[in-house]
């Protein structure tokens, strides 16, 4: 297994154009996350699925945002009618299931860059 | 709520000195820590993490770093920087393994 895989890893783009980044995790992780980084900034949460379910949104996803996962396996997350200030590193980090009561960490990929122009 | 807190967004140390990137962490309940490092154009990889077994937690490449309740305090040592420790670190918390918040992150720059 290579490990997450992300595409495309850079994007430039128009305000106004839709863009959709597509997150490939190790095979037999079932949750998936999106984070989102600035520069300077830490990774900051978006949204995650278990399997194919969307459990948690972030209340910064404004409805321009949308996450899938379909069958549980690759996940994809557009970004519609962009903003400048969608420029960011799109992170995606896949976990496996947990055994017990212990917690797996978050494997990440590589991230996509977003530039809107 | 959780969260982390990373103070000093950039340390520097002389190659051989002490490392030390402090993280405190707000939890109300058990929290679960990691130490993540991102090198430059590459993704974040896990450094180590607390999941309430020993409080004093070994990770790779020398680090480690001692889960302290009273303090509420999860701080990234290293004895002895290396030249290629030159990294942004991000201290993390988790409640269950469910959602994981980040700090801002510490730049660790080493001057030889």
């Known amino acids: 297994d290579t490990g997450v895989s992300q595409n495309p890893r850079h994007k430039i783009t128009k305000r106004g154009q839709n863009v959709t980044f597509r997150c490939d995790p190790i095979?037999?992780?079932?949750?998936l996350y999106w984070y989102r980084q600035t520069l300077g900034q830490g990774p900051e949460f978006l949204t995650y699925f278990q399997n194919e379910a969307q459990l948690e949104k972030s209340r910064l996803l404004s409805d321009r945002f949308s996450a899938e996962r379909p069958k549980g396996s690759f996940s994809t997350l557009e970004i519609q009618r962009t903003e400048q200030g969608d420029s960011a590193m799109y992170l995606c980090a896949s976990s496996p299931p947990r055994a017990g009561v212990g917690t797996g960490e978050l494997f990440f990929g590589e991230g996509s860059r977003l530039t809107v122009l | 709520a959780q969260s982390v807190t990373q103070l000093g967004s950039h340390v520097s140390v002389s190659e051989g000195a002490l490392v030390l990137l402090r993280c405190n962490y707000s939890s109300s309940v058990p929290p679960y820590l990691f130490w993540y490092v991102q090198y430059p154009n590459q993704g974040l990889q896990l450094l180590l993490k607390?999941?309430?077994?020993?409080?004093l937690v070994k990770g790779i490449n020398g680090f480690e770093a001692e889960f302290k309740k009273s303090e509420t305090s999860f701080h990234l040592t290293k004895p002895s920087a290396h030249m290629s420790d030159a990294a942004e670190y991000f201290c993390a918390v988790s409640v269950a393994g469910n959602q994981f918040y980040f700090g801002t992150g510490t730049s660790l720059t080493v001057i030889p």
């Open positions: 095979s037999e992780h079932n949750r």
């Open positions: 607390y999941t309430s077994a020993a409080t």
